[in-house]
């Protein structure tokens, strides 16, 4: 510590010394880095040497400067001495110091789920020190894009709730350094997770059910659903293609609808006798998510038909015959349903199996054998009769046989050439034409032809001749015969 001393001074002639000196206050507390100034006030006031040294006693805890600013700088506690320099009189205060009050803020951890995309709130609790109770507008740092504070954070006995939300432009990622500012406090950083949005589908099951051409039907899809919400509506859109990229109209007489209100829906799908057969193709959408592909099947109408196959020929044969081989006949189911085939009929001159089966599904075949009768007499049998069946099938067989009579073999030959008469010396006559006929039921072979004393023969054009055929042969007179008659009679065989 250290003073100043005035020698001989307030002795001076005229000057008014100085009889003391005082502090507005005795005592003074501070928190370290805060200042106050200390007022002196000496005695008398027309002491001609006012002037004042200001001291402290530990500048370490608290300083003064020359006018009395006193500054607090750690805790503890000082004295602060005002000395005047007429007289030497002193005044003190003491000053403590003590450590500022620190205001603390701390963030939690995040509650609730905020979406990439999409409106929401998060909350975080706060807690703090040192803060008086009452609403805080505050801010928060490193805040990523589309997310702002909502409203105040109202601290009551050290805590709160902080709110941040999202909207549409939120993206999707975890931002770990936020800080929060409170009352002049800043939190450490704290973390924000803002999830990627839910994925949404439609997804269509397979056809329940069958329809048919011509008749009205009604079929239902499982729809399923994934983060839609149960009440929005759908709607269906019709396609060419299997891939479901080529729009096209509903087919003709065809409506859909889409139930709401759950997740598994159900599509149903009625068409009228108008609606023709085929395979369709949809899509449904719903809250902007197109579904995968549905398949509509429209069956073609039911035909029934059955055909036969082959028509048996048996040929010809002469009485008396080997009774010939059973043939077997085909009955085919034509059409796409199924039928019952009845018992076939009797067919005269003929014998038939029974049915192999009388059940038919489409494409499916039924057999039986048909051969004519032994012992018929010479004669014509082509019958035709009808298989037939239920829904009105029916299909013709046509069998044909002949029987004809014991062979006979004969022949005849025309004409019976005449040449006339001629003179010696004449000309010779062109050749005629004789034909022979098989005019039996069996083939027959010639035999050459004999020689004919004055005549000249050409050989036969054939010698097999079936029944009914024909064979031909030229004949003239020779040249220079002598007066007489030429007229002989040859035969013509065979075997």
Do not use: H
């Not at 602060?80 to 205060?93: D, E, F, M, R």
């Amino acid at each position: 510590m250290a003073a100043l001393i005035s020698c001989d001074e307030d002795a001076k002639e005229g000057v008014i010394a100085v009889t003391g000196v005082s502090l507005n206050k005795t005592s003074l507390s501070l928190v370290a880095g805060k200042s106050e100034t200390l007022t002196a006030t000496v005695l008398p006031a027309e002491a001609t040497n006012r002037d004042v040294i200001w001291l402290s006693s530990a500048p370490g805890v608290a300083t003064v400067n020359g006018s009395g600013l006193v500054t607090a700088v750690s805790p503890g506690t000082a004295e602060i001495t005002v000395t005047t320099l007429g007289g030497g009189k002193t005044a003190s205060c003491v000053v403590t110091v003590t450590s500022p009050t620190v205001k603390t803020v701390s963030v939690g951890t995040q509650s609730g789920a905020m979406t990439a995309g999409a409106a929401g709130t998060v909350t975080f609790p706060v807690t703090t020190t040192n803060i008086a109770n009452g609403a805080y507008t505050v801010t928060v740092a490193n805040r990523p894009a589309g997310v702002t504070v909502q409203g105040q954070v109202t601290i009551t006995a050290g805590s709160g709730t902080l709110t941040l939300a999202g909207n549409t432009s939120t993206t999707a990622g975890t931002t770990a350094n936020l800080t929060l500012t409170l009352d002049g406090a800043t939190s450490a950083a704290f973390t924000l997770t803002v999830s990627a949005a839910a994925t949404k589908s439609v997804s269509v099951g397979s056809q329940s059910g069958t329809l048919t051409q011509g008749a009205a039907g009604s079929v239902t899809y499982s729809v399923t659903t994934a983060n839609i919400a149960n009440s929005l509506s759908a709607t269906v859109q019709w396609f060419s293609n299997a891939a479901g990229t080529a729009s096209a109209s509903a087919p003709t007489g065809v409506t859909a609808s889409v139930s709401t209100g759950a997740a598994t829906r159900t599509t149903t799908v009625n068409t009228t006798a108008a609606s023709p057969a085929g395979t369709y193709y949809f899509r449904i959408t719903i809250d902007g998510v197109q579904s995968n592909v549905g398949t509509l099947a429209i069956g073609a109408a039911t035909t029934y038909s059955i055909s036969t196959s082959p028509n048996p020929a048996f040929g010809s044969l002469t009485v008396g015959y080997t009774q010939p081989a059973a043939q077997t006949v085909t009955v085919t189911n034509t059409g796409s349903g199924a039928v019952t085939l009845n018992a076939l009929p009797s067919v005269a001159n003929y014998t038939l199996t029974a049915l192999s089966t009388t059940n038919l599904a489409a494409g499916g075949t039924a057999t039986f054998t048909i051969r004519p009768n032994a012992g018929l007499a010479a004669g014509t049998y082509n019958r035709t009769f009808t298989v037939a069946g239920s829904n009105g099938v029916n299909a013709s067989v046509t069998v044909s046989f002949e029987v004809t009579a014991s062979l006979t073999y004969s022949i005849s030959a025309s004409p019976n050439p005449s040449f006339g008469s001629l003179t010696v010396g004449y000309t010779q006559p062109a050749a005629q034409t004789v034909t022979v006929t098989n005019t039996g039921s069996g083939a027959v072979t010639l035999n050459a032809l004999p020689a004919v004393s004055n005549y000249t023969l050409t050989a036969l054009s054939t010698t097999n001749l079936t029944a009914g055929g024909t064979a031909t042969f030229t004949i003239r007179p020779n040249a220079g015969l002598a007066a007489g008659t030429y007229n002989p009679t040859f035969n013509v065989t065979g075997r």
